[in-house]
């Protein structure tokens, strides 16, 4: 039986078609099971991330709560001692007030202001309450700083060490082919 050639190329082209697009959706297939795999491990680190970095946080409030909570203690003793144990002595000049107003604020100070020796009305004692609280206020800021610079710290130490462990994923997304 005799086949014309152009009907043995058009069987050929058919034939190279048909190889070809079954390797591309066979590929596919492939390609999308490892991706899937991919996307399980990715989703599985987030997950694994998002529960110890709320460990992370839970342990860093609750102690950033108990720093907090002994300075509001001791602010609230210390003004109490101020105002009612130390012996007021003396009422501060008005430049003092004055000059320690715009300190607290930021603020540029006049010195002619700043040098007015009349008395005010605030007494020694007063203006220690004051400045003890500016002090607690501080000391609360100072921990928020603490815990931001912790969580900072100890999310930073679980990347890594997921980075570390999971290597061979992490370098796939960073393009090194060689595993």
């Known amino acids: 039986m005799f086949i014309p050639t152009q009907y043995?190329?058009?069987?050929?082209?058919?034939?190279?078609?048909?190889?070809?697009?079954?390797?591309?959706i066979s590929g596919n297939q492939r390609s999308a099971v490892v991706i899937d795999g991919y996307v399980n491990q990715v989703e599985k680190l987030q997950l694994s991330l998002r529960e110890e970095q709320q460990n992370i946080k839970e342990k860093i409030v609750v102690k950033y709560l108990f720093n907090k909570n002994t300075i509001d203690v001791k602010e609230k003793e210390y003004v109490f001692i101020a105002d009612n144990i130390v012996p007021p002595q003396f009422n501060l000049s008005n430049g003092w007030v004055y000059l320690h107003d715009q300190s607290a604020l930021g603020l540029d100070a006049d010195r002619t202001l700043s040098s007015d020796a009349t008395?005010?009305?605030?007494?020694?004692?007063?203006?220690l309450g004051t400045i003890t609280e500016n002090y607690s206020t501080c000391k609360r800021t100072e921990e928020k700083l603490i815990?931001?610079?912790?969580?900072?710290?100890?999310?930073?130490?679980?990347?890594?060490?997921?980075?570390?462990?999971?290597?061979?994923?992490f370098s796939w997304f960073k393009g090194n082919d060689n595993e």
């Not at 190329?9 to 591309?24: D, E, H, W």
């Not at 008395?119 to 203006?127: H, Q, Y």
């Not at 060490?161 to 999971?166: G, H, R, V």
């Open 119 to 127: 008395a005010s009305d605030i007494k020694d004692n007063v203006a």
């Open 147 to 169: 815990a931001l610079q912790t969580w900072v710290t100890e999310t930073q130490k679980l990347f890594n060490e997921k980075s570390k462990n999971n290597s061979s994923f």
């Open 8 to 24: 043995k190329l058009i069987g050929i082209v058919a034939i190279v078609l048909a190889a070809y697009f079954y390797g591309l």
